[in-house]
């Protein structure tokens, strides 16, 4: 009889992204090797090769995760007990930190959802990472639908698929581009303020990107619109829950 392997299929797993993990910090996302993280992950490359079969199969695999945490932190935002509008505006105003995954964010979700990533990495893996988003895109939509049925959104059916792109946007516009001022802005204190301390990605309730997504949201036909006083109350509601 063969010996019994010494992990599991999930432990070999769980072994293998946290080498991947190290061996990008340790180099970068580009010049990661398939063997380091066999060496990290105290594993022969046959095991890892049943898992991911290229550098893209990892940095997919990678990001699968990385979504899935957010899923799980905008679900925690949309259960707030607020209205639909407020709940809207908090996927903006929570902690970016509080989804914050890997030192690597930024860069890998700009390097997966390339047309040239998708095409190298297996189906498997391309597979998990699509029906990751398109989960996260329905309970969005069952979110609004629920507004609609209810009568919080008094358009009804109309406009949800229009809030749903327009809001949803935003949202992923905040991230990227508040991690890239956020970076410049880091840069400048080192440069020129020999300033290291690391500072929270967190928007104030007057925020311009605030502001836009305010104007956006109010331009809809909601039973109550959202106030200044609304999104400070917003706040407050992240904060008591730990995401801001």
Excluded at 93 to 121: G, P, W
Aim: one cysteine or more; a negative charge; glycine letters at 4%.
């Amino acid at each position: 009889m063969a010996p019994a392997p010494r992990f599991s299929a999930e432990e070999q797993e769980r072994l293998i992204i946290c080498a991947a993990i190290k061996a990008i910090e340790e180099s970068s996302l580009l010049d990661f090797s398939m063997s380091a993280i066999a060496k990290l992950a105290g594993l022969s490359m046959g095991s890892v090769y049943k898992f991911v079969q290229c550098k893209e199969d990892v940095l997919i695999a990678l990001a699968t995760r990385m979504y899935q945490q957010r899923q799980g932190v905008f679900k925690k935002v949309l259960a707030l007990p607020l209205t639909t509008p407020e709940r809207i505006i908090a996927t903006s105003l929570l902690d970016f930190s509080k989804v914050h995954m890997y030192s690597f964010d930024n860069q890998l979700e700009n390097i997966v959802n390339t047309e040239a990533m998708m095409k190298r990495c297996s189906e498997r893996w391309l597979t998990q990472m699509i029906s990751c988003g398109e989960r996260c895109q329905t309970m969005f939509q069952q979110f609004l639908q629920t507004a609609a049925d209810s009568g919080e959104l008094t358009s009804g059916n109309r406009d949800i698929e229009e809030i749903n792109l327009g809001t949803w946007s935003l949202s992923v516009g905040y991230f990227q581009t508040v991690r890239l001022h956020q970076n410049l802005q880091n840069e400048y204190d080192v440069s020129f303020n020999n300033n290291t301390e690391e500072s929270t990605l967190v928007l104030a309730p007057d925020d311009l990107h605030i502001n836009t997504m305010k104007r956006l949201v109010n331009s809809y036909d909601w039973r109550e619109k959202i106030s200044n006083d609304d999104i400070v109350n917003v706040c407050n509601n992240l904060v008591d829950v730990g995401l801001r």
